[in-house]
């Protein structure tokens, strides 16, 4: 079975920064695009970051030039470097995979989330 780990997140103050990690842990043949999204209390989940397998990168407007995806193909890990954090990035965050068992189909698959609190 397939799974996706969060783990990173925490509480800090504003300005201060964050790295968030996501395993994915399973019989994987391979893993296209990974991303991160997020959602807010209250809100509705939006896209943060995605970086695909040959390490193209896309970020959503609110992060950029703040926040660097990056993965490691060998541990099928992506990480999420927080930095210059605002109190508008409190979330639960979320990893998200496109993967390829090996023995089933395409599918994306989402990890449990981890939360992260900026305060001011």
């Known amino acids: 079975q397939v799974q996706l780990v969060e783990s990173g997140g925490g509480s800090v103050q504003a300005g201060g920064s964050l790295r968030l990690s996501c395993a994915a842990s399973g019989i994987i043949y391979s893993i296209n695009d990974m991303r991160w999204y997020r959602q807010a209390p209250g809100q509705q989940r939006e896209f943060v970051a995605t970086?695909?397998?040959?390490?193209?990168?896309n970020y959503a407007d609110s992060v950029k030039g703040r926040f660097t995806i990056s993965r490691d193909n060998a541990k099928n890990t992506v990480y999420l470097q927080m930095n210059e954090l605002k109190p508008e990035d409190t979330a639960d965050y979320y990893c998200?995979?496109?993967?390829?068992?090996?023995?089933?189909?395409?599918?994306?698959?989402w990890g449990r989330g981890t939360q992260v609190t900026v305060s001011s």
């Open positions: 970086i695909s397998s040959v390490g193209t990168t």
């Open positions: 998200n995979a496109r993967i390829q068992p090996t023995w089933g189909m395409l599918s994306d698959y």
